[in-house]
């Protein structure tokens, strides 16, 4: 630290403005006794231009202090009302910046350092959002807390490197992480932070983002633990189902997918609507698949993920994994396509999987259904869509990775009184403020019916966890790793509880073997 002024903010008490300098620059950000926050700071120079569908280029540091009090901007997406970016922010195709948060107290040594993937269906969302303000996990947690942007969509990760082999690159959006994460190995002990000690985080497709690079060799030593919240881990795809993603892209754009400088000059809207269109479209056409997603290139990402960690083939790091109770909930409720939820939508699914996969040994009908016996008809589909998509790819991938590394499962049940009479109970994403501790946050809506004050129990014991787990030990005394034959999981709900083989039925009904489209 080179700096500590003293400012005034609006007539609140002055705070400090420490000033780090690093990689990116002298940077200038501000603390207010409990936590010291940088915002807004560059790891790599504009994904513009030329660079659009390259990978991402470390950024140069400027001359003089930078600034570094407000968030960056966001990755271009389409606009969301429901989840606002964070305050003031804006989306522009600049939008490789990433955010640190380090307890103000003096430590003993350096702190472990975690840093977080966000979530949105690899189409929306921001390190910049309410809900990841760093403080309380930085505090409680006694921890580093690094939040990050990439590049979203069609702008991160749409594949034009079989057409444009040398002039483009796969999977930008990974290569926006991985250089993040090379930035945090470089950078982060001068914010106090323990480079040798990094937990990367992330949910739904941060989830899924964090679970390839468990599965990319180039991520080897950036990052020595993992926490995969609710992760699409089998919506991932091979070339030839991205080609066809490129194909829609360039028709929706009106741009020849073979005319790369049209397609470089597109304005970032432009991109923004035309990868909404088939965004859209690829999951109501081929139901179970995401039009958007990384991309099993071969060579940054040589296989499957899900292959490779069901296996035991990924990297040997700590891993805390698992998923909601009630995922599919919020896909109905918002009357999204992304998961397969009525019967007729399901069976085209299962037929496309044994299609594309003959030699998978897959449960017939009557055995999956097995899985779901006494539901009301209306339920099982959500049970189906829940299990295919997050909860049944979740088990394999534990399974696999608990046989090289100590791997903890868990399903998060907990939900207000509200969201419960409302049916949608621990949906998809519920479980994010919880691990934040930013359940303050959510609406007050949710807490209408009550429920405030246990939640908020519930989220200082997943902080807790969480931050324990980053520190270097177990998530918790009481919950012991998942390994054959009690697969012992832990339930996040009003009171934790620890149940063996939680999954027994939905594997009887699944099987072990892997589902998932290539």
Known sequence: MTGDAMVEDGGRPAIASPVIVTGSGALRGTDDGRV?????????????????????????????????????HAAPQPVNTVIPLGDGVTADEDCLFLNVWSPSRAAARPRPVMVWVHGGAYTFGAASQSVYDGTALAEAGDAVIVTVNYRLGALGFLDLGAEHDGEADT???????????????????????????????GESAGGGLVTALLATPSAAGLFQRAIVQSSPASSMYGRRRAAAVTARFAEAASVAASDLAALRAL????VVAAASAVYEEVPREHPGTLAFAPVVDGDLLPEHPIAVLSSGRGHPVPLVIGTNRDEATMFRFMKSALLPIDAASIERMFQAMREESPDVVAPDREQVLSAYRGLRRGVVGLGIARDIAFRMPTVWLAAGHGAVAPTWLYRFDHSTPLLRLAGIGAAHAAEVPYAWGTVAEAPRAIYRLGGRRSAERVSRRMVERWAAFANG?????????????ERQTLVIDGEDRVVADLDGPLRAGWGDSVLSFS
């Open 267 to 270: 304005p970032p809207e432009a």
């Open 36 to 72: 010291a926050v940088w915002r807004g700071v560059r790891y790599a120079q504009p994904p513009v231009g030329d660079r659009r569908w390259r990978a991402p280029v470390p950024a140069v540091a400027p001359d003089g202090v930078v600034d570094a009090t407000r968030f960056g």
């Open 473 to 485: 030990g177990a998530p918790g005394e009481d919950w012991p790793p998942y390994r054959a034959p």
């Open 171 to 201: 999977n930008v959006a990974l290569r926006d992480v991985l250089l993040a994460l090379s930035w945090v190995r470089d950078n982060i002990a001068g914010f106090g932070g323990d480079p040798e000690r990094v937990t990367v985080f």
